[in-house]
């Protein structure tokens, strides 16, 4: 059974609050948007829609989030949502890409996203959902070393042990540099199967911060664990 689905919404009860002018232009669906599971901890992230229902450019302004729990095999697509208002998020940045985590979820229980952009004068436009179905939190690596050279770090660490009906997919490893924060983005762009790496082309003098996650599967559905605490470490010349 796939645990994460994602559809547009184009359904007039899909779209709450005042009603619009007539002839005013709403904005299409938020895009490519998921739901993943690392560790604990559900991410949400979605990209706004760029233009509206007319093919004229959106100006979104804003997004309400409505999360709705639901248990497995009992999903109600038709539920109507409202009273589950989860988080509403004002954009003044000029950003279009979002990301937001729930870490309030329970393993066995399924949760409803569904994504709402806001016009200018604050009407909804058509919105998107996806639903996920929370699994028990799975191991993640351990003793994480990372040892310094010149313009370089060499990192090892520990596999998880393997348990009953998950595959170990590989490792997912994240970089920070001084006191930047981790990006969201993994260092590498596809699992590590090995449980060492180096990462080349680094400063000299600047340090650098390093954490390992494990990439798991069971069935058709993929789960990332949690992160491990991160290590420091700082390249330096050979030919101080």
Request: glycine content about 10%.
């Amino acid at each position: 059974m796939t645990l994460a689905v994602v559809a547009p919404l184009f359904l007039g009860c899909g779209k709450r609050g005042p009603l619009r002018p007539l002839g005013a232009p709403l904005p299409l669906a938020p895009t490519q948007v998921q739901v993943l599971q690392h560790g604990a901890t559900l991410e949400l992230s979605w990209s706004a829609p760029g233009m509206n229902e007319d093919g004229s450019p959106a100006q979104v302004t804003g997004f309400r989030i409505y999360r709705l729990p639901f248990l497995p095999g009992r999903e109600c697509p038709e539920c109507r949502d409202d009273k589950w208002l989860w988080r509403e998020l004002s954009v003044t940045d000029g950003r279009d890409a979002f990301r937001l985590y729930d870490d309030q979820v329970v393993a066995g229980q399924g949760y409803r996203y569904r994504i709402e952009p806001l016009t200018v004068d604050g009407f909804p436009g058509s919105s998107a959902q996806v639903i996920r179905v929370v699994v028990a939190a799975p191991p993640l690596p351990s003793s994480l070393v990372a040892t310094a050279g010149h313009a370089l770090v060499t990192l090892s660490w520990v596999a998880p042990a393997v348990i009953p009906g998950g595959e170990l997919l590989g490792y997912q490893l994240q970089r920070a540099a001084g006191e930047a924060p981790f990006a969201p983005q993994p260092l590498n762009r596809t699992p590590l199967i090995e449980t060492t790496y180096e990462d080349v082309g680094l400063t000299n003098g600047v340090t650098y911060r390093y954490r390992v996650g494990a990439l798991w599967r069971w069935g058709d559905v993929v789960v990332e664990s949690d992160w491990t605490k991160g290590v420091s470490v700082t390249p330096q010349s050979a030919f101080r």
